[in-house]
């Protein structure tokens, strides 16, 4: 008679990414009195939040736990500092990722820096969630990723999840990370329904995700274009090319391990983001590729990112500005002719 034992199935649940982001908040606050919530409107007076994201929090953990704030991004961020150096763990929300460009100066220069200055005596355990992501004719001021400018300051951790599962996980994580974290919310992903773990808990922050095993090319990817890199895939299966999509899920730090490994099997690489090409962080991604697999790729490594320019508001403009699978497909095509 056979001893071995069947290991139990985690029950899974069907909720989008702006769900999971609401569960991982519950979750978070009944774990640890000292987590916070503020922003504007995150409050349920006001509507739990501009996407609802909030919706209930207050009702459940109270008015001096969940609280809505004017419209000053310096001042909800500089608040957040403050509660974090005195030992809380504030989720402080910036509507949209635009906005942010407001409190620079207490991102950078006091959540980021802190930990530095003190000789390590303050630790800053703060994450900032905001939404963005072209796609919605929401134009120049209300859909760009500025991920690479955060990506670029040490101090503080990049995270930009893709799925629900990961909306949940990376977010548990990043509350309970001891240093600041950005945590970038995609319109376009946050509404797409996926399966979660009912059990569902923290997701580590700096590993990637496998989102497709494949031979012949590697395309490395994160937030909103992940999908997109996934529609080029059974795109290019069809034309008999093989391609492994890596979610970096964290672009700072991101996952050299898993993206130098696939890039060596396969020995093509495109890196795809949604923030402009010009000086994004595909270009330090493709950078440590070429250094580090310079006699092993079969092909140089390639970079597909949006255009120098400011996001249209014009749909047909707008759809042009966005990497779009055949984009995708096309560059992998043409890299994948190299012999």
Same mark, same amino acid.
């Given at each position: ?12 649940? &069907? ?6 982001? $609401? ?10 009195? &000292? ?121 503080? &951790? ?30 376009? $992903? ?150």
């Amino acid at each position: 008679m056979s001893t071995d034992t069947v290991e139990p199935v985690a029950e899974t649940l &069907k909720m989008t990414g702006q769900a999971a982001v $609401t569960a991982a908040l519950f979750q978070a606050m009944e774990e640890d009195p &000292k987590v916070l919530v503020f922003g504007e409107d995150v409050a349920d007076r006001e509507g739990g939040g501009v996407m609802g994201t909030t919706r209930g929090l207050s009702s459940r953990f109270g008015d001096l736990r969940v609280r809505s704030t004017p419209i000053a991004e310096q001042s909800i961020v500089g608040a957040a500092v403050g509660a974090a150096m005195a030992g809380y763990k504030p989720v402080a929300e910036i509507m949209l990722m635009n906005f942010i460009t407001v409190a620079m100066d207490m991102i950078v220069n006091h959540a980021a820096k802190l930990r530095f200055m003190s000789g390590g005596q303050s630790q800053v355990p703060l994450v900032i969630r905001t939404l963005t992501g072209a796609g919605w004719q929401t134009a120049g001021q209300h859909s760009d990723h500025y991920e690479g400018w955060f990506a670029h300051t040490a101090g503080i &951790k990049v995270v930009a999840p893709a799925t629900p599962a990961d909306y949940k996980g990376l977010l548990l994580a990043a509350i309970q990370d001891p240093d600041p974290v950005l945590f970038i919310e995609n319109s376009r $992903t946050l509404f797409v329904p996926g399966e979660v773990a009912s059990d569902q808990g923290p997701i580590p922050l700096g590993k990637a995700r496998l989102a497709r095993e494949g031979s012949h090319i590697s395309l490395i990817t994160y937030s909103g274009m992940v999908a997109n890199c996934m529609a080029a895939a059974v795109e290019l299966e069809a034309a008999g090319i093989s391609a492994e999509v890596i979610d970096l899920r964290t672009v700072s730090p991101w996952d050299k391990d898993a993206v130098l490994a696939s890039a060596e099997k396969t020995g093509r690489a495109i890196v795809v983001h949604e923030a402009v090409r010009h000086f994004g962080p595909g270009g330090e991604i493709a950078a440590t590729i070429q250094e580090a697999l310079f006699r092993k790729m079969k092909a140089p490594v390639r970079r597909l990112g949006a255009p120098y320019s400011a996001v249209p508001f014009a749909k047909p403009l707008e759809d042009a500005f966005l990497v779009q699978p055949a984009d995708i497909a096309e560059a992998a095509k043409a890299l994948c002719a190299y012999e």
